[in-house]
């Protein structure tokens, strides 16, 4: 099945990034860089092996190697081979693999392998998760938080790399929401920020401009996980959307009384919200 060939993922990709990854702190990003490009190319190559060879008829969209194979499919694969990346040069333990299976544009079936520990005790958990199934981590349950008060909640956000008005808007919604909450992280691995909400360990997760290979696993593994996503302005979410939220539903609306402003803002003043990286042939049911 499509949810048994994402698990295979996790011992192909945890094996060959065990061989990368190195217990030397202090090396610093050039060092670290030089490794990098070459792992991202191993990690897409080793999961585009086994796709191919188990679904010789899908679509396959990665950030790496873009659109590959049949656009008249109703599955469409969206890899991230190395979510992370500035986090996995330096060596710092917030960074993973995607890989999320759409039919017909809607997630089906996710997995996401996050690297956790740092120089000298590096290991692995796997989230994993299908579509009526319910979400995993490491073959365990799991669910959103129970927490329903924005005072009582750890959120989490991101930032792309134009500093332009949709990184301001969202460097001032960081400010606000960091004086009533009780913390906001930027980590700066969305998968993995996403699958933390799942985990029940944050609360919420927001950012613009995210791409299909960033969302298309953990958006599941949050709905799986009992959440909620949608986008910043509260409309119905796909994964080429250019804003995501997701949360664990009790604290959604509240968020969206100060982010659905704003990302309204952003629209009278000419910001582009339409649909982005969604394959020209690719027949969705939305």
Known sequence: ???NCLLVFKLLINANFQTTLINKPGQG?????????????????????????????????????????????????????????????????????????????????ASVVEFVGGPMCWNTRTFSASSGGGAFCNGQKIHVSPTDQVERSLLVTGFGYEHDDAWATNMNLFKEFTDISRGVRRLGAASVDMSHVALGIVEAYWEYRLKPWDMAAGVLIVEEAGGVVTRMDGGKFTVFDRSVLVSNGLVHDKLLEKIGPATEELKRKGIDFSLWFKPEDYATDF
């Open 29 to 109: 990003f050039i060092y670290f860089y030089h490794i990098t490009c070459s792992t991202d190319r191993m990690s897409e190559s080793t999961i585009l092996e086994v796709v191919k060879k188990n679904f010789k008829d899908h679509l396959i969209l990665g950030e790496e190697g873009g659109l590959i194979g049949d656009s008249m499919s109703d599955y469409l694969w969206c890899i991230d081979p190395l979510d992370g990346t500035t986090n996995f040069a330096h060596g710092y333990p917030s960074f993973g693999v995607s890989v999320g299976v759409l039919f017909r544009g809607k997630p089906a079936a």
């Open 1 to 3: 099945s499509t949810l």
